[in-house]
């Protein structure tokens, strides 16, 4: 890599802190892999010692073989009033066998004085002190120099003398944090101004910031334009309380916009998928408005601004999506105009006729009436594809609905009884499930997958229920969304009715015949089909 600026992750310590997480030993290993993948310079394991969790971590990545990655050892100065050469918690990180160790202490008189309780000298020699123990072990350590912007404005007499007795120390650099998340850009500037003054060149100096103010991203910046060479965070924000400066925007922030070469071999194109699978290892639903990441950084629901994109992206996307392996979208929405549509129509390579603008136009009213009665299609996209061509007379039919019934008990199981016509023939299925939908679920399915097999591959993983109108009490309508995958590709779908049972229905109809029809094209080698499946 070309750049100074290193990219510390912290998303298997800091970031595991986050209310809700919880790591095994073999989701830390995976999400090492993708961290080395994407090419940051360093990721911190975790804290040897305090768990065995963590132990059997260290133990276990020394077995990676990471090409881009340095693991690194998180922990704190000796306990105070101790020896080095007996503290568990310094012997606990030599043990891990990382070439670089990160170190936390106190920054803040105040902390010093209430947490630790201890002298401010003695608070120094802590600091000191496990730096060159660690330091005469060979090893490369950094120090998090943790509350330093808030001692820093409460006291900068004291802050700066802990900042010139880590570097006195040989540490090779040092981290200031902004630990409570409460700094502001200007504050994180004259802090790091600071820092670097009393150092000189005798080490780096870092920042690690938490978002309690919604400024990690913008401090970590302000830092590194005060000069600060390390930044550290968390993919996708995650950490306690607010999180931690985000990293899948600090990245393409610093190679886009400051031009900085922080990934190697390109690999900012795979910050997307990347940032994804992450968050599905952390059983976490990702933030579709995510900056550079979400699903919906570069979507695009009002018309004008859709026709404006067709023609020329730049007018309303500051970069390309693919440049960190994201895409754009044209969303169909009552606020779309013709060329939502027609943009839509071109992506699925649909044809429109002899004339495309009228037909649009078509739709566009019929899409306008469905929204107004209470349809969402912006959730709905496989919906409104399947609306588009009813219109144009093209849509296939897979099956005929003759009747279901979906009986309920208070065991909290449902069973559906389904009764549908496939290729002239009417079949009689019923299933049992955990609920009404499920149970109508199970019960399509087991119908049709004799005739259609690939109904396999498709698995539901997403339903949601809304109630639209909510005035009209329990006679409210219902508006269910359902999103299904088939393990390559993911598609949204919705059903609006004052029965709940019947929104289900639609919903998950259109779900399967949008899948068989997607498959359908594929085997017809996205030849677009003018006939119904025999």
Known sequence: MNSKIQIYDTTLRDGAQMEGISLSV??????????DELGV??????WPGSNPKDNEFFKEVNKLNLKTSKIVAFGSTRRANSKVQSDSILNALLQAKTEYITIVGKSWDMHVDIALNVSEEENLKM????????????????????HYFDGFKANPEYSSKVIKQASEAGV??????????????EEIRKGVLKA??????????????????????ANSLAAYEAGATQIQGTINGIGERCGNANLTSIIPNLETKYNEKVLPNNNLLNLTPISRQISDILNLNPNDHQPFVGTCAFAHKGGLHASAVKKDSRTYEHISPETVGNLNKIIVSEQAGISNILSLAETHNLELGSEPKQTAQELLKKLKELEHKGYQFEGGNAS????????????????????????????????ATVRIKVKGEVIHTASLGVGPGNALDNALRKAL???YPDLKEFQLVDFKVRIVGGHDGSAAKTRVHVETSNGKTTWDTVGLSANIIDATWLAITDSIEYGLWIKLRQEAKNQFLTYPPS
Do not use: W
């Open 172 to 185: 090779d650099g040092i981290i200031l944090c902004d630990t409570n998340g409460g700094s502001l850009p």
């Open 127 to 146: 600091i000191s002190e496990s730096i060159e123990f660690l330091k005469l072990h060979n090893k490369k350590v950094f120090f998090d120099a943790e």
């Open 26 to 35: 073999e989701d830390k290993l995976k999400i090492t892999k993708l961290l």
């Open 384 to 415: 409104f594809i399947l609306l588009l061509l009813d219109l144009l007379n093209q849509r296939p039919r897979f099956f005929e609905l003759v009747d279901y019934r979906v009986l309920t008990s208070s065991k909290q199981l449902a069973e």
């Open 449 to 451: 997958t004799n005739y």
């Open 196 to 217: 670097k003054e009393i150092v000189q060149d005798k080490c780096i100096i870092g920042i690690h910031v938490h978002n309690d103010c919604e400024l990690a991203v």
């Open 41 to 46: 310079n360093f990721i911190e394991g975790g």
